[in-house]
C-alpha cells in the first residue's frame, strides 16, 4: 500500500535554533517527493523537490534529503524563524498510472517557533 | 499571472443546504485537484479532473459530492445536503500537466461552516 508518514506530528523550538523533520514512505514505483509549506488558514506552497538521483537540496534555510535505497526525506531548517512556523507536508509521486490519482500525502508535522 | 483562485473563502450552510464551491486555475492549466482538510488533519485528496473529464474520484464520498471542469468555466465541488461532518477547509490545486512530475499550485482555500 502506497502511504507517506511524517514524523513528528508537532514540534515546537525556539527562534534561532534547528530542526529536522522526517519522511517515511512505502511509494512504489517512486518519482518524486516534494515538500510544501503550509501557513495557518493558507493554502500550501512547494519549497522543493527531490527526484531519485539527488540526495541533498537547499533553498535558503531549507535543506532537504533523500536517500531513495530506504525510502526516506527529511528536511532541515537552519536558525529557524517566527514565519517558519507552519505546516509541512511530505508529497510523495508515484510515476504516473493511466487516469489515476498518484500522489500521495502526508499529514504533515506541525512546526511551531516561539520567541 | 494570477495564481490558482477559490471562492468564495468563507461560506456558511445550514444542514440540508447545497454548497457549491469553485476553482479557477492558474492559467495554462488544464489539471485540476479538489483536497478537504479537517481541522489539525492533513490534506484528502478527493478528485481529479482535467476539461469536461473526471481522471480519478475515488477520494470523492459517493453521495451528495460532484465535482465538474467544464470546458469553459472554473472546477465547481458542489455538496448537497450538507450535514455538520462537512465542515471543512476545501483546497483546489493545479498543474499544467498530471500532478506527477509537475509541481501543484494551490489556491487559499474555502472553508465551509455547516450550522
Known amino acids: 500500500k502506497n502511504q507517506v508518514e511524517q514524523s513528528p506530528q508537532s514540534l515546537i523550538i525556539l527562534e534561532g535554533k534547528n530542526c529536522t523533520l522526517q519522511?517515511?514512505?512505502?511509494?512504489?514505483?517512486?518519482?518524486?517527493l516534494r515538500w510544501y509549506k503550509q501557513d495557518t488558514g493558507r493554502g500550501p506552497v512547494s519549497l522543493t523537490i527531490?527526484?531519485?538521483?539527488?540526495n541533498t537540496k537547499s533553498n535558503g534555510r531549507y535543506t532537504a534529503t533523500l536517500d531513495a535505497d530506504t525510502k526516506q526525506s527529511s528536511l532541515h531548517i537552519t536558525a529557524s524563524q517566527l514565519s517558519d512556523s507552519a505546516s509541512y507536508i511530505c508529497v510523495v509521486s508515484a510515476k504516473k498510472g493511466t487516469g489515476a490519482n498518484n500522489l500521495f500525502f502526508g499529514t504533515g508535522t506541525r512546526l511551531t517557533v516561539i520567541p | 499571472n494570477a495564481g490558482v483562485m477559490q471562492n468564495p473563502r468563507h461560506l456558511v450552510r445550514r444542514r440540508g443546504q447545497e454548497a457549491r464551491l469553485r476553482c479557477s486555475p492558474m492559467k495554462g492549466h488544464s489539471h485540476v485537484y479538489w483536497y478537504r482538510q479537517l481541522p489539525e488533519e492533513g490534506l484528502k485528496f478527493m478528485v481529479y479532473?482535467?476539461?469536461?473529464?473526471?481522471?480519478?474520484e475515488s477520494g470523492m464520498p459517493k453521495e451528495r459530492f460532484s465535482a465538474e471542469f467544464p470546458k469553459e468555466g472554473p472546477s465547481i465541488l458542489r455538496i448537497q445536503q450538507v450535514v455538520r461532518g462537512d465542515s471543512a477547509a476545501y483546497f483546489c490545486?493545479?498543474?499544467?500537466?498530471?500532478?506527477?512530475?509537475?509541481?501543484?499550485?494551490f489556491g487559499e482555500g474555502s472553508r465551509l461552516t455547516v450550522l
Open positions: 479532473l482535467q476539461k469536461e473529464n473526471i481522471i480519478d
Open positions: 519522511c517515511n514512505y512505502t511509494v512504489s514505483p517512486f518519482s518524486n
Open positions: 527531490m527526484t531519485f538521483s539527488e
Open positions: 490545486a493545479s498543474s499544467p500537466s498530471s500532478g506527477g512530475t509537475g509541481e501543484l499550485f
